[in-house]
């Protein structure tokens, strides 16, 4: 496989891991064009961090083949691990040592001098907002800190291939924000980002090519106007003043959106699923839609617009949500 000639930074074919019964990885194709950020959705178990691991060379394959930069993780695992670097789900920080000597230690194993170690972990501390942190251990660090730790700890030196693994599930708002920052800052200097992730809206801010796993297969894979042209833009809620209206609101929105609008248990609620359309975005179509109500005299009382949900992307794709798989 010619991975350096084609451009891409990992290429994957029939990739194969399996745990005792479980085939956690069944038979992955990946094609991760390099300077990009290449995003792997799907729910608990799906066989992400199991994909990740072979491709930074903590794990054999058991089938299939793969490459970074066109070295093979098998055979080449030497200068496979040269180019990547990896943040974890069980990343390796160490919880007793501060911010700072975390990041010179790490800078130290690295090759870099006394002061080149000091200065890159200064740097990085201030990149991440960690500086009024970097004297603290690490194990009083709040979520949010911790995951940019990590993240500065795996960008020391600047890896060509940097695997991010469900880098902000379990963060707030703004600690995600800050996290997708790091990342976009990241991908600028020219590093190559696979993330994991279980949001598709972190796929859709970051990833420029979205691949979906449901129990170790890809299930859909396109860059996200592609996702989003077979999953459609989202969905729009709507909580009437007055429950008689609703017969009425139903026929505005069904003309208005151009999609089928369910009426849901609650009687002044209705709902409606956007199909994507290029050039008319899911926004502007609900405000056109909610001023048409409006000049119908309908009252509105609430009202959002919502991007699909991991859910709603697997309910599209194989007809279950993602609770029947882990039941599965
Ligand atoms: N070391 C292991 N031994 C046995 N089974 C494993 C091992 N690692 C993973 N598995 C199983 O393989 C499957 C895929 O796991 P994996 O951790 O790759 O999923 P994931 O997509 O990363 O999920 P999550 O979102 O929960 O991190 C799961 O069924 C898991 O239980
Ligand atoms: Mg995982």
Redesign the pocket.
């Known amino acids: 496989m010619s991975t350096q000639a084609s451009g891409l930074a990992v290429e994957t074919a029939g990739l194969v891991k399996t ?2 019964e ?1 085939r ?1 990885v069944d038979g992955v194709d990946l094609a991760v064009p390099a300077g990009t950020v290449y995003g792997v959705l ?10 990740v691991k072979m491709l930074a060379t903590l794990l054999r394959p058991d089938g299939g083949e793969a490459h970074v930069f066109g070295h093979d993780v098998v055979r080449e695992a030497d200068e496979v691990r040269g180019r990547v670097s990896l943040t974890g ?1 069980y990343a390796s920080v160490d919880e007793d040592l501060t911010g700072t000597e975390n990041l010179v230690l790490l800078g130290r194993l690295l090759g870099h001098g006394k002061k080149a170690a000091r200065h890159r972990a200064g740097q990085l501390l201030e990149t991440f907002g960690l500086t009024d942190a970097a004297a603290k251990q690490v194990k009083h660090y709040s979520g949010g800190m911790r995951r940019r730790i990590d993240i500065a700890a795996s960008i020391l030196s600047t890896p060509d291939l940097l695997f991010l693994d ?1 880098p902000t599930t379990g963060l707030d708002p703004r600690s995600r924000n800050q996290v997708w920052d790091i990342v976009r800052a990241v991908v600028a200097q020219g590093t190559t980002v696979l993330l ?1 992730t ?1 949001y598709l809206d972190e796929a859709d801010q970051l990833a420029s090519r979205i691949a979906v796993i449901d129990k ?1 297969r890809v299930i859909a894979e396109g860059t996200k106007g592609e996702l989003k042209a077979s999953v459609g833009a989202g969905s729009v809620h709507l909580r009437l003043r007055d429950p008689d209206q609703r017969a009425e609101a139903h026929q505005v929105l069904r003309t208005a959106l151009a999609a089928e609008v369910q009426l849901e248990p609650d009687p002044v609620a209705l709902t409606a699923r956007l199909a994507a359309e290029p050039g008319d975005g899911a926004a502007d179509r609900a405000a056109r839609a909610l001023a048409e109500l409006s000049r119908a005299g309908i009252t509105v009382d609430n009202f959002s617009l919502g991007q699909p949900s991991l859910d709603e992307v697997f309910l599209a794709l194989t007809g279950h949500d993602t609770k029947d798989e882990v039941a599965a």
């Open positions: 745990f005792g479980t956690a799907g729910p608990n178990g799906a066989g992400k961090t199991t994909t789900q469900e994991t279980q170790g």
